[in-house]
């Protein structure tokens, strides 16, 4: 077989050795862009979301009766927050029905990445008194999940998630 070469010089002849090297880069490009498609995938996965989720399935119910339980309160949690650069201070109070501060609670957050769990940050809360925590932490700008979870005898009792956005 031949291919003409256009002008008007003689017809270059395809060999074996012309189709093979042919071949090796076709398949050379096809395995590199796997390799390369492979890494990206491999580097910039997270990690699940939920480890069972037969197990998570199973938790539901619990999770559905304390929230309708949280509900049932009507707490009220007010968070603000303060930056300066990448230091983040985080202020709450809770309330109850009545408006009263809500005493004799232990706290615990963090900010959550809404895309990339590996970037989540825990909040080490303390508490101020008279219903008031602050927390402190170091997160990049950007929107986070703020969640804090508030127990009394080891069990949560309030769960607050909101949708933030850090500058």
Known sequence: MTADRGGGGRPREITGRTVLFALLAFFGVVVGVNVVMARFAVTTFAGVETESSYKAGLA?????????????????????LESAGQDRTVLVRATDAAGQPLVGLVADGRLAHPTDGRRDVDLDIEPLGQGRYRAKAAAGPGQWDLVIDFSQGGERV???KNRVQLP
């Open 60 to 80: 539901f119910k619990g999770e559905l009766a304390a929230a309708e339980r949280q509900e049932a309160r009507h707490w009220a949690v007010d968070v603000s």
């Open 158 to 160: 309030f769960r607050s």
